[in-house]
């Protein structure tokens, strides 16, 4: 048994919420090293560099749905706590940084008051929920799953059935025919589909990134909107009770699924719901040709008379003082619907016509972008090594220089996803970019420095296929000439209609090597290639 599980059977996760706030006032030497994994299990982590005493705290936001008081109510901790710093990650949670030990029972006490929490935000938990930001709204959604997610979450947060699972377990449930929480990805992926005259939804189970990474299997059942909370309660059962306990690098559902196969873990569902589920006419369903799914930008609602505002907020990076004002806006002018999104952004719902050109012109006047270039609306990134413990590479600044040379400089029309990843742990989710920028450190001349290995190819959808490592790691300071030089090869001999992952796969690793920069020269180690005049070593 592992030492996570060790600590796990001697005190369950939800147990320590006493001790963090007996910790607040003791002092950090007090904590007791036996304690500190299970901060994890209220949302909290040490942040790097960890001796300074700092953490990092995420705060649970199923759906990403919010309203101008919590945002507000964040960004007030953000600016008395946290050093005015928000992130916004793909999982719909805000992350507050530099966040001290004795400020953590204020933290936790005001979230409480405007209903937010950061129970098992983190942890070997069910994570937070994802919905479509932009559900309830959509002109074109098939079911609203608004509160659907809302039960999902109800019935598993401090449910400790389900608070000491093998590893973490992640859930998104949508009615959006983009199907935008990507259910490929996650351990359970719930999407909706027409069914005759009436909709149904699909499931998608054992999908999951990292260094290992899956796509999730099609269960191949239809199940009514009824049915998903049980559903959900039987597939986490029964990696609960299969789940590899022994190995943490093994435990995570998709390596059950792929052991047993979907006809036999279908089986053991429906043993614990004790019925037999019904079967879809399909082994899978028709995949999305849309690539773009951010829902960025001005659109109008099912509702005549009413527009959503999709702003792109870069990497997810942004402040206290502009949530605050964002919240202001929402709250001035819109319905007070906010929701965050899987794909670092904010949306304000329920914008009146009559307001619409007034909300644009404060969102302009605040420094928003809701008509963002290609370049921002493709850039995602993980919190990189400001922050945390395993990344080895910075990456909101790399970002920030991507998008200021690809928005100035290059003319895409295809929509093309770009990660910035900090380490091989995806939390970037670069294995399903079309780019995906994985950070490294490499040795030239005796001096280390910072570069990015670089996958392409990578999506869902049409193509379902992960990025390809093409065995080049590439400066840091050259990534936006080499991604100009490659976007400019794709723009030159792409064949008409053909997507930028089509492009990258009917290309070999050495002829999108070569596209990055005029000379890549193979290194003697298995790494790759640095794009360089020279050969490099690790």
């Known amino acids: 048994m592992n030492r996570i599980e060790e600590l796990k059977q001697r005190k369950d996760g939800l147990d320590v919420l ?13 904590i007791s090293p036996d304690d500190e994994p299970l901060f994890r299990w209220y949302g909290i982590y040490t942040q790097r560099p960890a001796e300074d005493g700092f953490f990092m705290v995420r705060i649970r936001i199923p759906g990403g749905d919010l309203t101008p008081r919590q945002l507000s109510a964040i960004a007030d901790l953000s600016n008395e706590h946290g050093r005015g710093l928000a992130d916004i990650t793909v999982r719909q949670n805000i992350q507050l940084h530099w966040v001290r030990l004795e400020s953590l029972p204020d933290v936790l006490d005001r979230l409480r008051e405007v209903g937010l929490s950061t129970t098992e935000a983190c942890g070997d938990v069910v994570r937070n929920i994802l919905n479509c930001p932009v559900s309830g709204v959509d002109r074109d959604e098939l079911y609203d799953t608004t509160a659907l997610v809302r039960e999902v979450n109800d019935f598993f947060v401090g449910n400790r059935e389900f608070s000491n699972l093998p590893r973490k377990f992640k859930i998104a449930i949508t009615g959006c025919p983009l199907r935008c929480v990507y259910p490929e990805i996650n351990d359970i992926g719930l999407f909706a589909v027409r069914d005759g005259d009436a909709v ?12 290992a990474p899956r796509f999730s299997k099609d269960l191949g059942v239809l199940v009514s909107a009824d049915e998903i909370v049980e559903l959900c309660g039987a597939v986490a059962a029964v990696f609960r009770d299969e789940g590899n306990r022994e190995n943490r690098k093994k435990a995570r559902l998709k390596f059950l699924v792929e052991k047993w196969e979907i006809p036999r873990f279908r089986e053991e569902v429906e043993a614990r719901l004790g019925r037999r589920l019904r079967r879809a006419e399909t082994d899978e369903a028709a995949p999305v040709s849309e690539r773009d799914r951010s829902h960025l930008g001005i659109h109008r609602q099912r509702e005549d008379g009413f527009y959503y505002a ?43 016509q ?4 007034t909300v644009k012109r404060e969102l302009r006047e605040s420094g928003f972008d809701y008509e963002p270039s290609w370049a921002r609306k493709a850039i995602i990134a993980c919190t990189g090594i400001q922050f945390c413990k395993l990344a080895i590479a910075e990456t909101k600044n790399r970002a920030a220089q991507l998008d200021e040379y690809l928005s100035s400089e290059v003319e895409m029309d295809d929509s093309v996803r770009i990660s910035v990843t900090g380490c091989p742990n995806s939390c970037g989710q670069h294995h399903i970019c079309d780019v995906g920028l994985e950070g490294s450190v490499t040795t030239t001349d005796g001096v280390k420095r910072e570069t990015f290995q670089v996958f392409l190819g990578g999506g869902v959808g049409a193509h379902e296929s992960f990025g390809r490592r093409i065995g080049v790691r590439v400066p840091s300071e ?21 997507t930028f992952q089509e492009f990258c796969l009917r290309h070999t690793n050495e002829e999108l090597a070569g596209f990055l920069a005029p000379v890549a020269v193979a290194s003697s180690h298995a790494s790759g290639a640095m794009i360089e005049q020279k050969a490099m070593g690790d």
């Open 18 to 30: 006493a001790d963090i706030y007996r910790y607040a006032e003791t002092g950090l030497e007090s």
């Open 200 to 211: 149904a939804f699909r499931a998608r189970i054992g999908g999951g990134l990292s260094t």
């Open 310 to 352: 999709g702003i792109a907020i870069l990497g997810g990076r942004t402040s206290g003082d502009q949530l605050n004002r964002l919240a202001d806006i929402s709250e001035r002018f819109a319905s007070g619907r906010i929701r965050a999104t899987n794909t670092q952004n904010i949306i304000l719902l329920d914008i009146p």
């Open 354 to 357: 009559n307001n619409l050109e």
């Open 478 to 498: 050259d990534l936006s000439r080499s991604l100009g030089r490659l976007f400019a090869r794709y723009k030159e001999s792409r064949i008409e209609g053909e």
